[in-house]
């Protein structure tokens, strides 16, 4: 079953405009929630970060939203630039587990057009 | 600084063959993570290393199996390869086990087994 969702498979925005990537989870032991962002050919490069005791992270264009309650996050990218497309992957990592290990959506591919 | 390398980028296998990848970590990292994408799906946790032990595994059968060294580089091996098996392998390293650390990737080596 799958413990973190993204549900849309592509978003379509225009460069300058707001892109808002969504993320649910079901798992309540999940702690730390991270995005990624992925070109092809190329591994997952981390983007931003909130542990479950903030409910929003800034950095740069990008911010993070956790809502706990809904076990919903989202990622805003404003404004939206033509190299921000790629394909972005939401993860979360278990506060039970021993170890790093991250479980990941099957991602979102975002598509921002001149 | 170098980041994660992997080798090789691409490999064609054949059913019932055995494969052996390789991951040299961040320097200074000592924990190294691999993970299985398929396509169309997000990275699936396969096993976590740290200082040379196994510290955590995911739902993978015995025909996989890694190693971590005394350089903290790590090695994957699968054997009695199945067409399934084809996919991304991603290694990913970070400075300890745990905690909120982001993990570092590597662009992956890309196994097609015929």
């Known amino acids: 079953d799958q413990q973190v969702k993204q549900n849309s498979p592509s978003l379509s925005v225009q460069e300058g405009r707001i892109s808002i990537l969504n993320c649910d989870y079901t798992?309540?032991?999940?702690?730390?929630f991270l995005w990624y962002k992925k070109y092809p050919a190329e591994g997952p490069t981390f983007l931003i970060s909130?542990?479950?005791?903030?409910d929003k992270n800034e950095d740069g264009r990008f911010t993070v939203f956790l809502n706990k309650s809904a076990k919903h996050l989202s990622l805003h990218i404003v404004p939206s630039q033509p190299g921000d497309s790629a394909v972005y992957f939401c993860?979360?990592?278990?506060?039970?587990?021993?170890?790093?290990?991250?479980?990941f959506g099957k991602g979102t591919l975002l598509t921002v057009n001149p | 600084d170098a980041g994660v390398t992997q080798s090789p980028t691409h490999l064609i296998k054949t059913r019932g063959q055995q494969v052996t990848l390789r991951c040299s970590p961040i320097?200074?990292?000592?924990?190294v993570s691999w993970y299985q994408q398929v396509l169309g799906q997000g990275p699936q946790f396969i096993f976590q290393?740290?200082?040379?032990?196994?510290?955590g595994r995911g739902n993978f059968p015995d025909r996989f199996s890694a190693r971590q060294f005394p350089n903290y580089s790590s090695e994957l091996n699968v054997n009695a390869l199945l067409l399934g098996d084809s996919a991304l392998y991603l290694c990913?390293?970070?400075?300890?086990?745990?905690?909120?650390?982001?993990?570092?990737f590597g662009s992956g080596t890309q196994l097609s087994v015929l």
């Open positions: 990913a390293s970070s400075l300890t086990q745990g905690g909120y650390e982001k993990l570092f």
């Open positions: 798992n309540s032991m999940f702690d730390y």
């Open positions: 909130i542990s479950s005791i903030k």
């Open positions: 993860a979360a990592r278990d506060s039970g587990g021993s170890n790093y290990k991250l479980t």
């Open positions: 320097s200074g990292h000592k924990s």
């Open positions: 290393y740290y200082e040379k032990e196994e510290r």
